[in-house]
């Protein structure tokens, strides 16, 4: 069982700058990609960004060069450093964490959102 805990979002005016930070913790054996998603009503879940252990980055295309991420791997953690946001960027930004478990069985935890509301 992993258990993800959020933190950081919150409202900020646009041309401002917000840090999200995932922690995952429980029983696993091991924490291949961690990644950042984020929805608005009636849209699809989409991919922000995500990190696997050797730290190979993908990012969606509307935050290149605005948003970075990254992680700690003693802590199980994975941050979203997200600069100059947009009122499109508001959404509710999920934690999502891929590994296995100690019988080598593949999981995926999401975590529980985090609101975001970039507005002046």
């Known amino acids: 069982q992993v258990q993800l805990v959020e933190s950081g979002g919150g409202l900020v005016q646009p041309g401002g700058s917000l840090r999200l930070s995932c922690a995952a913790s429980?029983?696993?054996?091991?924490?291949?990609?961690m990644g950042w998603y984020r929805q608005t009503p009636g849209k699809q879940r989409e991919l922000v960004a995500d990190?696997?252990?050797?730290?190979?980055?993908n990012f969606a295309d509307s935050v290149k060069g605005r948003f970075t991420i990254s992680r700690d791997t003693a802590k199980n953690t994975v941050y979203l450093q997200m600069n100059s946001l947009k009122p499109d960027d508001t959404a509710v930004y999920y934690c999502?964490?891929?590994?296995?478990?100690?019988?080598?069985?593949?999981?995926?935890?999401w975590g529980q959102g985090t609101q975001v509301t970039v507005s002046s």
């Open positions: 429980g029983s696993f054996f091991s924490i291949g990609v």
């Open positions: 999502n964490v891929v590994g296995a478990d100690y019988g080598l069985e593949r999981f995926a935890s």
């Open positions: 990190i696997d252990r050797a730290g190979n980055r």
